[in-house]
Structures are given as structure tokens and as C-alpha cells.
């Protein structure tokens, strides 16, 4: 692995990069039950969490570890918590709680076969649509995923930088093999490290509205205990934080909650683009299916066979617009996953007929394999 700079190399688990990588961004508290396959995130932030000063807990249940990092949150504490499908299934209440009352915070999902309690210990990408819509009514949702075990580090700071930015809460989709898979890293020090903190309000307590948006749609966020008191609830309410009915003032806060997301895709969206520059095919894939991917797009090219890779780092929101570009230079576009088709679906969506998409999908808890791939973009070239 080449490192110039002589810098540490270590070998590490994608769980375990996740949790490095929420120390390194400021985690302070920590709620969660134990999981497969997400289990050693919690047991890294339980034994090196309070040694920087911060607070685990293990909770009676996923609702709970949910609730809990909402009021450590309120308090000023940047929180997380990461589970599996049946626990992320338990948080979606609370991520609702999450949305509406702007309380930013991480949730780490470690993907597993579904649905219920389905294959435990083995692959999947089945939450893709549940990252979504899994909680109810017209929310943002911003979702991260990582194919690799320094990107969920990575990927774990810009989900706490997201959530501190446009206070709402972020999900990071892993998959069982990223969780799982172990590989030799070089972590940046900490001064080349981007942390972002909550905005804070500028007026003094008595002249406080906590949810008085600045312009570009986030309101600052005050923390209990400082001298700020305010009303928390999940009913729709004002800039005061108290419900309302009110049709103008409902209309008004709905859409602003959506529009710190919409307005900001540009901010957000980022995706990795592989050997696309005279492609004639693409493959667009996502955590661990996108390291086949690569290989598959690899092994075609020398077999003289143009095709290339886009790979979203963001899944929602949805990079509609890379995709439609992508989709007037190719003829088709394959979308592997380890799912039933839920990706393909928007991909889809995306193109508005300018190319043919192509699924190929595995739902038996066996990963996706190159010559799988391979195989799909002989047959399409």
C-alpha cells in the first residue's frame, strides 16, 4: 500500500473504521444494541468512546438507543447509534421525531439479507428504498454509502458534518461486507480532517426562536442546559417551537424542512466516476457491489471493451442529474445490487428513456461477483 508521508498503516475492519471515524468527527454519546453485523461498531466506541471524554450506553432495545441519542443531541452532544435491518426497521419513529424537530444525528446501518430477521450474518442492500421513505409523511433524507473500509471512515465524518450542516438526521448505509472486510488503511491526521459543527444562535435566550430559519433554510440550534429554553415536539409547529394548525405556518414549515435538502443537492451529491471518459456501456453500483464492479469494468477493458463506472457516495438524495448525463453517452447502463431492483428503479426514473438500463440482481445472501458482471456487459457491448 503506498503511503509517502511514512504514516501508519493499519489493518481494519469497516466497522471498526466506521466508529474511528465518528470519534474523529466529534462523537460524544452513543446509543445502541447489539446487532450482527453492526455489533463491533459498538463494542470499538464502548471501549474507546469514554476514553476521549464521551458516553456509551447499551440500551433495552433500537427504539430506545434511538430516543436516547435524539436527547443527547438536544443537549449538544454529537450522537450516533448503528444497528442492522430489524433494528433500523425500530428507529424509523424516531427518525421521523428526528426530521420534524431538525435534531441532527447519525444512524449507521449495517445491511444484512431481509426481510425480518432474514440472513443474519450474510449480505444484502435490501434498505436502500427504507433509508428513504421507512418513516412516514414528506421528509429529506439524506443517505451515505461507502465501498471500503477508509471510506466508511470518511464517509462516517461527512455523515456527521451533513447532519451538523442542515440539522436533520443522516444514515450511512454499509452492507455486511464492508462491516465485515478487512483491509490495510492510512488514516488522515486529524488537522486535515473537515469537522463542521452546528450553526448557534446569535441573539440572546429571551429573543430565541428555534426553528427561525437563516436563509439558506437551516435554523441556528441552541443546546439545553446553556441559559436556551424551548418546546421540542413531533406536531407540526411554528418558529416557536409549539404545534400550530395553522394551514400558512404548516405549509410554510414542511416545506421548509424539505428545502434545506432540495436546495443544497449540489452541496451534497457526490459520486466516483471509473474509466468513463469514452465508455459506451456503464455499470453504476454501490458499497461492496461497486468493488466487483470495478473489477468486472476492469477485466472488460482489456478485452478492449469501452464501459466504465459510476459510483454514488450518495445515495439520497437521488444523483438524478449524473445519471441522465451518463445516460446520453451510452447504450446502456447495468445496475448490479443486492436487492430485488430498487436502485435500477430511480436509475430508471433518471434516464427518461435517453438509454436501456439492465439489472442484475442477487438476493441470496452470496455477493455479486465480477465475472457475473462481466458477463452482463459482454452481452449488452
Known amino acids: 500500500m503506498a503511503n509517502p508521508k511514512g504514516r501508519k498503516v493499519r489493518m481494519m475492519q469497516g466497522n471498526e473504521a466506521c466508529a474511528e471515524g465518528a470519534l474523529r468527527a466529534g462523537l460524544k454519546f452513543f446509543a445502541g444494541y447489539p446487532i450482527t453485523p453492526s455489533s463491533e461498531i459498538a463494542e470499538c466506541l464502548a471501549l474507546k468512546l469514554p476514553r476521549r471524554g464521551g458516553k456509551f450506553i447499551q440500551m433495552e432495545d433500537e427504539i430506545a438507543a434511538m430516543a436516547a441519542i435524539l436527547g443527547a443531541s438536544l443537549m449538544g452532544a454529537k450522537s450516533m447509534t448503528a444497528t442492522s435491518g430489524p433494528g433500523f426497521s425500530l428507529k424509523q419513529e424516531n427518525l421521523g421525531y428526528a426530521t420534524i424537530a431538525e435534531i441532527p444525528c447519525v444512524v449507521v446501518n449495517v445491511q444484512r439479507g431481509g426481510p425480518s430477521t432474514g440472513l443474519p450474518t450474510q449480505a444484502a442492500q435490501g434498505d436502500l428504498m427504507q433509508a428513504r421513505w421507512g418513516t412516514h409523511g414528506d421528509h429529506p433524507a439524506i443517505v451515505l454509502s461507502a465501498s471500503g473500509v477508509l471510506e466508511a471512515f470518511m464517509q462516517t465524518v461527512r455523515a456527521f458534518n451533513l447532519s451538523e450542516r442542515f440539522r436533520t438526521p443522516v444514515i450511512l448505509l454499509l452492507d455486511e461486507i464492508i462491516g465485515h472486510i478487512n483491509e490495510k488503511v492510512v488514516l488522515p491526521e486529524e488537522e486535515e480532517i473537515e469537522v463542521l459543527n452546528r450553526r448557534r444562535p446569535t441573539v440572546p435566550p429571551e429573543e430565541y426562536l428555534p426553528y427561525a430559519a437563516a436563509e439558506d433554510g437551516v435554523p441556528p440550534m441552541a443546546n439545553f442546559g446553556e441559559g436556551y429554553r424551548y418546546h421540542v415536539t413531533g406536531l407540526m409547529?411554528?418558529?416557536?417551537?409549539?404545534?400550530?394548525?395553522?394551514?400558512?405556518?404548516?405549509?410554510?414549515?414542511?416545506?421548509?424542512?424539505?428545502?434545506?435538502?432540495?436546495?443544497?443537492?449540489?452541496?451534497?451529491?457526490?459520486?466516483?466516476?471509473?474509466?468513463?471518459?469514452?465508455?459506451?456501456?456503464?455499470?453504476?453500483?454501490?458499497?461492496?457491489?461497486?468493488?466487483?464492479?470495478?473489477?468486472?469494468?476492469?477485466?472488460?477493458?482489456?478485452?478492449?471493451?469501452?464501459?466504465?463506472?459510476?459510483?454514488?457516495?450518495?445515495?439520497?438524495?437521488?444523483?438524478?442529474?449524473?445519471?441522465?448525463?451518463?445516460?446520453?453517452?451510452?447504450?446502456?447502463?447495468?445496475?448490479?445490487?443486492?436487492?430485488?431492483?430498487?436502485?435500477?428503479?430511480?436509475?430508471?426514473?433518471a434516464v427518461c428513456g435517453k438509454t436501456e438500463v439492465v439489472k442484475l440482481n442477487r438476493v441470496d445472501g452470496e455477493p455479486i461477483r465480477p465475472a457475473q458482471i462481466l458477463d452482463v456487459i459482454e452481452k449488452v457491448s
Open 237 to 349: 409547529h411554528d418558529e416557536t417551537g409549539f404545534p400550530t394548525t395553522i394551514p400558512e405556518k404548516v405549509d410554510h414549515a414542511l416545506r421548509r424542512i424539505n428545502s434545506k435538502v432540495d436546495n443544497h443537492v449540489e452541496e451534497i451529491i457526490e459520486v466516483n466516476r471509473f474509466e468513463l471518459e469514452d465508455a459506451r456501456v456503464a455499470v453504476v453500483a454501490y458499497g461492496a457491489t461497486a468493488r466487483s464492479a470495478k473489477r468486472a469494468v476492469t477485466d472488460a477493458r482489456e478485452k478492449g471493451l469501452k464501459v466504465g463506472l459510476l459510483r454514488p457516495l450518495v445515495l439520497w438524495p437521488f444523483p438524478k442529474e449524473e445519471i441522465l448525463a451518463l445516460a446520453k453517452d451510452v447504450s446502456h447502463i447495468i445496475v448490479p445490487e443486492l436487492n430485488l431492483g430498487q436502485f435500477a428503479h430511480e436509475v430508471e426514473w
